[in-house]
């Protein structure tokens, strides 16, 4: 099993960055997937999640609006669109599956895999 989370660099406020999670080592299309971020000093929080059936979606309060999800699973390949980026979103972006997507933010204690992270800085 392994997720593999690309695309994090530096840009300025009111950038954009997409962020993708490229799952492999097993059925990534039968499981929901959740973006989570951490940043220095704080715990990790969930930003969105997205189900299998690509039915339901969940975004936290913070990034609603500003970010998208959305699943290749083809490409077994997850995205998540980040748009008009404030300082506040500067982070380590992770990927992780086997855990619920449900109507609200991800919880992170549910999610049972975890790639590694990807550094999203957002700064003037």
């Known amino acids: 099993v392994q997720l593999q989370a690309s695309g994090g660099g530096s840009v300025q406020p009111g950038g954009s960055l997409r962020l993708s999670c490229k799952a492999s080592g097993f059925g990534m299309p039968n499981f929901a997937i959740g973006w989570f971020r951490q940043a220095p000093g704080k715990k990790r929080e969930g930003v969105s999640c997205i189900s299998n059936n690509v039915e339901v979606s969940a975004y936290a309060d913070s990034v609603k609006g500003r970010f998208t999800i959305s699943r290749d699973n083809a490409q077994n390949t997850v995205y998540l669109q980040m748009n008009n980026l404030k300082p506040g979103d500067t982070a380590v972006y992770y990927c992780?599956?086997?855990?619920?997507?449900?109507?609200?933010?991800?919880?992170?204690?549910?999610?049972?895999?975890w790639g590694q992270g990807t550094q999203v800085t957002v700064s003037s």
């Open positions: 992780a599956t086997f855990g619920p997507c449900v109507a609200t933010a991800p919880v992170p204690d549910l999610f049972d895999y």
